[in-house]
C-alpha cells in the first residue's frame, strides 16, 4: 500500500494510518508525571524521586516529539524543590503530597515555560493558569499519593517478613 493508496483512503472517509497514532499532549502529561514525581519524592526519598524523574522526563521528551532532556530538567527541579520541603510535610504524608503538588505546580509550569522558550525559537506557550492547575493536580496527588503509600508499606512489609530490612 503506497502513498497515493493511503490518500485515496483519506479522501474517501475512511480513517487511515495517522488517526490511530496517539502522541501525548505535554501539556496534559506533563503535570501527571509532575504529580508522581513529588509523591515519590516524598514517600520513598530524594534517589527514587530523581530516578522517577529523569527516567519519566526522557520518555515524556521522547513520546511527547520534544528536546531530549527538557522534562528531565523541569521535573529534577521540582524533586529538588520537593526534598528541600520533605522534612515538613513528611510528618503527614497524604496531605503533604497534595499541598506540595498544589505548591510546585505553579513553578514546574513557569520552569516548562522558561525551559521550553531557551530550547525552541517560537515555543507555544503553556497558558499559565496556576491556581486551576494547581487545584487539578492536588486533585491527582490526593488520588495517586495513597497508592504509593500503600506500595511503600507493602515493600517494608514484604523485607520484614522475608529477613531484609527496609532501606
Partial sequence: MGPASLRSVRRRGTPGINSHIAIPDRRRSAPDSVVFAIAVTLVYGFEEGM?????GGLCLDFFALRPLGSSV?????????????????SRSRYPGCVIAT??????FL????????LLRPRPRP??????????????VAAIAAPLVIALKR??????VSSGGGDR
Fill in 51 to 55: 530516578a522517577w524523574a529523569f527516567v
Fill in 73 to 89: 530538567f523541569e521535573l529534577l527541579g521540582v524533586v529538588a524543590l520537593a526534598t528541600l520541603a520533605e522534612p515538613v510535610l
Fill in 102 to 107: 498544589f505548591v510546585l505546580t505553579p513553578v
Fill in 110 to 117: 513557569v520552569i516548562s515555560d522558561a525551559t521550553t522558550g
Fill in 126 to 139: 503553556i497558558p499559565c493558569k496556576s491556581r486551576r492547575g494547581g487545584v487539578a493536580n492536588a486533585i
Fill in 154 to 159: 507493602r515493600r517494608s512489609i514484604e523485607n
